[in-house]
């Protein structure tokens, strides 16, 4: 089993900035994908971003090329999305997720954390 648990969402204003951290912990694989989701209230998850853990490769989806970015501290065994220039669009709860599969699908992930709420206001 793999545990992720997020943290640093929050409220802030439209182009304010957020990291959010995704703490993993238990049978961890350095051939995981570890993606971050979203999904706002009505709407399906989607995918917003993903690195390989292994060789670091990222991955973005188009509307937050440039204003966001995923890392990740081998050491401490975190993965981070830093989001700047954000949008009141941003708004939405914001899953970690780790997996073998497809970086951009919700079924190519088979651990997902609880979430954390991101509320960007204009």
């Known amino acids: 089993q793999v545990q992720l648990v997020e943290s640093g969402g929050g409220l802030v204003q439209a182009g304010g900035s957020l990291r959010l951290s995704c703490a993993v912990s238990?049978?961890?694989?350095?051939?995981?994908?570890m993606g971050w989701f979203r999904q706002a209230p009505g709407k399906e998850r989607e995918f917003v971003a993903a690195?390989?853990?292994?060789?670091?490769?990222?991955y973005y989806t188009e509307f937050v090329k440039g204003r966001f970015t995923i890392s990740r501290d081998n050491a401490k065994n975190t993965v981070y999305l830093q989001m700047n220039s954000l949008k009141p669009e941003d708004t939405a709860v914001y899953y970690c997720a780790a997996g073998l599969g497809y970086y951009s699908s919700t079924s190519g992930y088979d651990y997902w954390g609880h979430g954390t709420q991101v509320t960007v206001s204009s």
């Open positions: 690195i390989r853990w292994r060789v670091g490769y990222t």
């Open positions: 238990g049978r961890t694989s350095s051939s995981y994908v």
